[in-house]
């Protein structure tokens, strides 16, 4: 159901098949059993059985680690990032679409407003955005949103979300809102500025 591995000093969570209620029910036995085991261990969340999770339920798999002392590290600590969980995207995310991802996403088109796209890292969108998006959905808060042009009707990178100010229109050049002491912070996409920002160059 999870199978529970220390790698490179991180607690991985692997989650196989099962439901949600045997989910927890499973974490708080094992957390109970030893609180001094867990407490201030950094975790990470992996697994395919977080796939037929809702956004509410992997929430209240969170909120349960929090209360006994668990810290979430799903962080990507370099610039490299694995492809094997990304998904790309070819078309528009039409109104009411609902995209998922262990990895980034990247569209190549819009995503309409009321389409949804959470992303475990990065969310690139190579056209209008104004769905709603949530990247660093485990808690990577150097995950960052990218559009050629940025009209969300809501942002969540890892645990901070904003919205769009009313009557928001997308601006004529591309954006990128990343986390900057917690806040989350838009601007204009300069390469060199961002680029070196994230320490990839």
């Known amino acids: 159901m999870i199978s529970i591995k220390g790698i490179n000093g991180n607690l991985v969570f692997t ?3 099962g439901s949600f209620n045997e989910y927890i029910d499973f ?7 030893n609180p001094n085991l867990f407490a201030g ?3 990470i969340f992996r697994g395919e059985g977080l796939e037929n999770l809702s956004h509410q339920q992997i929430a209240e798999i969170q909120k349960l680690c929090l ?4 810290i979430l590290n799903n962080t990507i600590f370099t610039p490299e990032k694995s492809s ?3 998904v790309i995207v070819y078309r528009n ?3 009411g679409q609902k995209i998922r991802s262990e990895g980034s996403v990247i569209v ?5 407003e009321s389409a949804e796209i959470i992303a475990a890292h990065d969310i690139i969108v190579l056209g209008k955005l104004e769905g709603i998006v949530h990247a660093g959905f485990y808690g990577d808060k150097n995950s960052i949103i990218f559009a050629l042009q940025m009209a969300p009707g809501q942002i969540r990178i890892a645990d901070k979300f904003s ?7 997308a601006k004529d050049y591309p954006e990128i809102a990343y986390l900057e002491e917690d806040n989350i912070c838009v601007s204009r996409y300069i390469p060199q500025e961002n680029l070196a920002r994230l320490n990839i160059i």
Do not use: M
């Open 15 to 17: 989650f196989s098949k």
């Open 27 to 33: 974490l708080r036995q094992k957390f109970s059993a």
């Open 41 to 43: 261990s950094k975790v």
């Open 67 to 70: 209360e006994y002392g668990v």
């Open 84 to 86: 094997g969980n990304d």
């Open 93 to 95: 995310v039409r109104s």
């Open 108 to 112: 190549w088109g819009n995503v309409h």
């Open 163 to 169: 919205r769009s100010p009313s009557g928001h229109t």
